[in-house]
């Protein structure tokens, strides 16, 4: 009797081993089109939590495989055209009449508009922790360093292994929510 159940644990560890496998190399492979590209481009509707008010707004997003991105907000039309750009450098913002102003979240590490930089960033260079098959989904789960006050990213991928959606936490708490449309590797 031992035997068989010590038989029927391993079949279903090797199983559950080989499956895991499968969605590991669909996040890497993902990583490794992204570095091998000349670039990407993307659109993000992206909120903001910051628990007591939320901010939406959307952006048209281009970027290279060193993780620069660059953004124009396209709704809401109060605040439309205003362009800019982010790298692990900083970032700039460029706009006529109109400035945006967000108060920093994350202890200081995030403003909502670097929101498509840090799903970049995360997607070439993040710590995968796990991921699994979620209603014909593949969700994964990256954290942006192995510090302590490290960002948490759950990034959802498509059929052909785009990201569609994609949350960054903070401390346990989620502070941006990004729905991600129109994605190509270039």
Same mark, same amino acid.
């Given at each position: ?11 279903a ?7 895991? =496998? ?8 993902? =990583? ?10 993307f ?19 281009t ?10 907000v396209?709704?809401?039309?109060? /605040? ?8 692990a ?12 102003s ?15 930089? /840090? ?15 979620e209603?014909?989904l ?13 960002l ?12 569609? =959606?994609a ?5 346990? =708490?989620? /502070?941006?929510?990004m ?8």
């Amino acid at each position: 009797m031992k035997k068989v159940l010590a038989a029927l644990l391993c079949v279903a560890l090797l199983t559950g081993c080989t499956g895991k =496998r499968g969605e590991i190399d669909r996040a890497m492979g993902l =990583r490794a089109k992204l570095l091998g590209s000349l670039g990407y481009s993307f659109d993000a509707a992206v909120t903001a939590d910051y628990g007591d008010k939320l901010y939406s707004f959307a952006m048209s997003c281009t970027g290279d495989n060193d993780g620069n991105v660059s953004f124009t907000v396209t709704e809401p039309e109060t /605040i439309a055209g205003i362009t800019g750009s982010v790298s692990a450098g900083g970032g700039k913002l460029t706009f006529d009449d109109t400035a945006l102003s967000f108060e920093l979240l994350a202890d200081g590490q995030v403003t909502p508009v670097s929101g498509p930089w /840090i799903l970049v960033k995360t997607l070439l260079g993040g710590y995968l922790t796990d991921c699994v098959v979620e209603e014909e989904l593949l969700h994964l789960e990256i954290d942006d360093s192995y510090e302590e006050d490290a960002l948490h990213l759950d990034i959802w991928l498509d059929g052909e292994d785009l990201p569609v =959606r994609a949350e960054i936490s903070y401390d346990g =708490r989620r /502070i941006v929510t990004m729905e991600v449309t129109n994605f190509i590797i270039q």
